[in-house]
């Protein structure tokens, strides 16, 4: 089994910063892209940042310029930097792991972690 754990979340004032980790654990030979969603109350679960496991990285429009996407594949974790917090920032935000090679020709896709909060508030 492969687990992600989550950790950063916290309440932030507009235009500070949080800087979140997650890190995958368990029988792990290779870990592909690694991405992170949030999910907005009331609002549907979408796409934050996407990083392929050789470093080629991808934001959504609203996070570009705010938002750095990292991952260090020797300890099997991915990090993202948020910048310049808006309120619209304010969500849960969830580690994704697309495709995780647990053994050799054997495969665990769609792997997620529990989520860890984030508010943006005055």
């Known amino acids: 089994q492969v687990q992600l754990v989550e950790s950063g979340g916290g309440l932030v004032q507009p235009g500070g910063s949080l800087r979140l980790s997650c890190a995958a654990s368990?029988?792990?030979?290779?870990?592909?892209?690694m991405c992170w969603y949030r999910q907005a109350p009331g609002k549907k679960r979408e796409l934050v940042a996407i990083i392929t496991s050789d470093g080629r990285t991808n934001y959504q429009d609203s996070v570009k310029g705010r938002f750095t996407i990292s991952r260090d594949n020797a300890k099997n974790t991915v990090n993202l930097q948020m910048n310049s917090l808006k309120p619209e920032d304010t969500a849960v935000y969830y580690c994704?792991?697309?495709?995780?090679?647990?053994?050799?020709?054997?495969?665990?896709?769609?792997?997620w972690g529990q989520g860890t909060r984030v508010t943006v508030s005055s």
């Open positions: 368990g029988s792990i030979f290779g870990i592909d892209a």
């Open positions: 994704n792991a697309q495709r995780v090679q647990t053994h050799p020709g054997t495969f665990m896709y769609d792997v």
